[in-house]
């Protein structure tokens, strides 16, 4: 049986809630559910997380689950009714506790936004949607001239691109929502508008301090992160190149150059990367993607990302399993390309990783060759995806229910949950004959063996080659 290797996130919404929804996305190829706290309420979250974990169970699949924080969104306050904006038009963004003083005034949830901006800034409201420029900041106040005409609504997002803001790296919010991940035991936190390495230690030692296990995702949204990249991958567990806000805070002809710089800089220092938003977005309403959708993901797969996301196509979306079915067929056709060779520069530290490294040339070096990983903490496994093995599928074995889910978003990684056995050998020979079962090795094929569990008897830097 071949093994698609490029993961796929779903995010769940009103369209896919349901447990048979759920079930359907999970047969369709989707490994990931993303629950995005801009939107959900808690009790949501967790009504959500027992349709994810029964479905799961039923299908006898590991299914991961990533909460992904609101972060420190800026957001305009509420409308009576939509304003239809025409350019010269003068808008109003004030602090809460301000009376009006210009004719389109609201508030907004960010108190500093005064102090962070200078006359002559772009404001931008709606993703983008309607752009202004700050004519006049006073204590509390900023007042804005409307460039490109648009209808704005309650509660919209603004961006502020190349403006380096004092937010927080967690609103209350989002440490209310660690405190729900942590209850659930979810399996990835992702972090919105991380700007720094910092950023991310900050976060890590709040889901340490709540024991919180989470795996944790570094969503990159503004030109503060880009200049920053290296020292974010460096301290996350992974990464999401997020093309929409970024696709806003910088100018938009560099959006492919961005994304392609993440991924070579994740292979470089080896870390899981996401390319997510607007992959299919003309499946919200329609059936099929338009050519260049299926183009752009074809792209993503080929630079050998470890995980594709979809967002309004499966949360609202009318065709969200067909539009899980399409990653599946595109990234499938397009793994039979040889892919780019990004993670050939990764950088190989300790002993363990070059270990990985010597079995993973030898499993290029074996047709048919499959990698079998017994893994305590997923780290050999991890090692083993970042070095993109050419056409062998890891199969990592570990007695970890929540190593095997974390492991779902590795490129090319099936994880299995097993007890390991005292013997060694009669652990390998069970594993072996799971996946003899399950169709995904066969009689003849060679299997590259490491381990990080099969102790004391059996030599953790070591390599096994063993024949089906």
């Given at each position: 049986m071949k093994l698609r290797k490029t993961k796929i996130i779903a995010t769940l919404g009103p369209a896919t809630e349901s447990p048979e929804l759920i079930g359907e996305l999970i047969r369709a190829g989707a490994s990931i559910f993303r629950l995005n706290m801009s939107h959900a309420a808690h009790d949501w979250v967790r009504t959500v997380t027992d349709h994810i974990r029964?479905?799961?169970?039923?299908?006898?699949?590991?299914?991961?689950?990533?909460?992904?924080?609101?972060?420190?969104?800026?957001?305009?306050?509420?409308?009576?009714?939509?304003?239809?904006?025409?350019?010269?038009?003068?808008?109003?963004?004030?602090?809460?506790e301000l009376d009006p003083g210009e004719e389109l005034s609201t508030t907004t949830n960010y108190e500093g936004l005064h102090g962070d901006l200078s006359v002559g800034d772009t404001l931008l409201v709606d993703n983008g949607e309607i752009h202004m420029r700050v004519e006049r900041i006073g204590e509390g106040r900023t007042v804005c001239e409307v460039i490109t005409p648009g209808l704005m609504g309650s509660r919209r997002k603004i961006n502020l691109p190349g403006v380096r803001l004092n937010l927080p790296a967690l609103t209350g919010k989002d440490h209310r929502d660690i405190a729900l991940a942590s209850e659930l035991a979810v399996d990835y936190v992702a972090i919105s508008f991380a700007r720094?390495?910092?950023?991310?230690?900050?976060?890590?030692?709040?889901?340490?301090?709540?024991?919180?296990?989470?795996?944790?995702?570094?969503?990159?949204?503004?030109?503060?992160?880009?200049?920053?990249?290296?020292?974010?991958?460096?301290?996350?567990?992974?990464?999401?190149?997020?093309?929409?806000?970024?696709?806003?805070?910088?100018?938009?002809?560099?959006?492919?150059?961005?994304?392609?710089?993440?991924?070579?800089?994740?292979?470089?220092?080896?870390?899981?990367?996401?390319?997510?938003?607007?992959?299919?977005?003309?499946?919200?309403?329609?059936?099929?993607?338009?050519?260049?959708?299926?183009?752009?993901v074809a792209n993503a797969i080929y630079e050998q990302a470890d995980t594709i996301m979809l967002s309004g196509e499966t949360s609202i979306g009318k065709y969200p399993t067909q539009s899980v079915a399409m990653l599946d067929r595109i990234a499938r056709r397009m793994e039979r390309e040889p892919g780019a060779s990004f993670f050939d520069a990764i950088e190989l530290k300790t002993a363990k990783q070059k270990t990985v490294h010597s079995a993973v040339v030898l499993a290029n070096s074996l047709p048919d060759s499959k990698l079998l990983i017994f893994t305590a903490r997923g780290v050999l496994a991890n090692y083993a995806a970042h070095q993109r093995p050419r056409e062998s599928p890891i199969f990592a074995f570990t007695p970890d229910s929540a190593v095997a889910r974390s492991l779902v978003m590795n490129r090319a990684v099936s994880p299995f949950e097993m007890e390991m056995k005292d013997n060694p050998e009669d652990t390998i020979t069970a594993a072996i004959s799971r996946l003899s079962e399950a169709g995904y090795v066969e009689k003849g094929d060679p299997i590259v063996i490491l381990s990080d569990i099969l102790k004391p008897d059996f030599d953790t830097d070591a390599i096994l080659l063993r024949r089906v």
């Amino acid at each position: 049986m071949k093994l698609r290797k490029t993961k796929i996130i779903a995010t769940l919404g009103p369209a896919t809630e349901s447990p048979e929804l759920i079930g359907e996305l999970i047969r369709a190829g989707a490994s990931i559910f993303r629950l995005n706290m801009s939107h959900a309420a808690h009790d949501w979250v967790r009504t959500v997380t027992d349709h994810i974990r029964s479905q799961a169970a039923a299908l006898g699949e590991h299914v991961a689950i990533l909460i992904d924080l609101q972060g420190p969104s800026i957001r305009t306050g509420e409308l009576a009714t939509k304003w239809p904006l025409e350019a010269g038009q003068r808008v109003e963004f004030r602090n809460q506790e301000l009376d009006p003083g210009e004719e389109l005034s609201t508030t907004t949830n960010y108190e500093g936004l005064h102090g962070d901006l200078s006359v002559g800034d772009t404001l931008l409201v709606d993703n983008g949607e309607i752009h202004m420029r700050v004519e006049r900041i006073g204590e509390g106040r900023t007042v804005c001239e409307v460039i490109t005409p648009g209808l704005m609504g309650s509660r919209r997002k603004i961006n502020l691109p190349g403006v380096r803001l004092n937010l927080p790296a967690l609103t209350g919010k989002d440490h209310r929502d660690i405190a729900l991940a942590s209850e659930l035991a979810v399996d990835y936190v992702a972090i919105s508008f991380a700007r720094n390495a910092e950023h991310i230690r900050e976060l890590r030692e709040t889901l340490d301090e709540t024991g919180c296990g989470a795996r944790i995702v570094a969503k990159i949204e503004d030109q503060e992160a880009v200049k920053n990249i290296s020292g974010i991958i460096t301290e996350t567990d992974a990464v999401m190149v997020a093309r929409g806000d970024l696709g806003i805070e910088v100018n938009i002809e560099e959006l492919p150059v961005i994304q392609r710089n993440i991924l070579r800089e994740c292979a470089r220092i080896g870390r899981k990367v996401i390319v997510a938003t607007h992959m299919l977005e003309s499946m919200v309403e329609n059936p099929l993607p338009t050519r260049a959708e299926v183009t752009d993901v074809a792209n993503a797969i080929y630079e050998q990302a470890d995980t594709i996301m979809l967002s309004g196509e499966t949360s609202i979306g009318k065709y969200p399993t067909q539009s899980v079915a399409m990653l599946d067929r595109i990234a499938r056709r397009m793994e039979r390309e040889p892919g780019a060779s990004f993670f050939d520069a990764i950088e190989l530290k300790t002993a363990k990783q070059k270990t990985v490294h010597s079995a993973v040339v030898l499993a290029n070096s074996l047709p048919d060759s499959k990698l079998l990983i017994f893994t305590a903490r997923g780290v050999l496994a991890n090692y083993a995806a970042h070095q993109r093995p050419r056409e062998s599928p890891i199969f990592a074995f570990t007695p970890d229910s929540a190593v095997a889910r974390s492991l779902v978003m590795n490129r090319a990684v099936s994880p299995f949950e097993m007890e390991m056995k005292d013997n060694p050998e009669d652990t390998i020979t069970a594993a072996i004959s799971r996946l003899s079962e399950a169709g995904y090795v066969e009689k003849g094929d060679p299997i590259v063996i490491l381990s990080d569990i099969l102790k004391p008897d059996f030599d953790t830097d070591a390599i096994l080659l063993r024949r089906v």
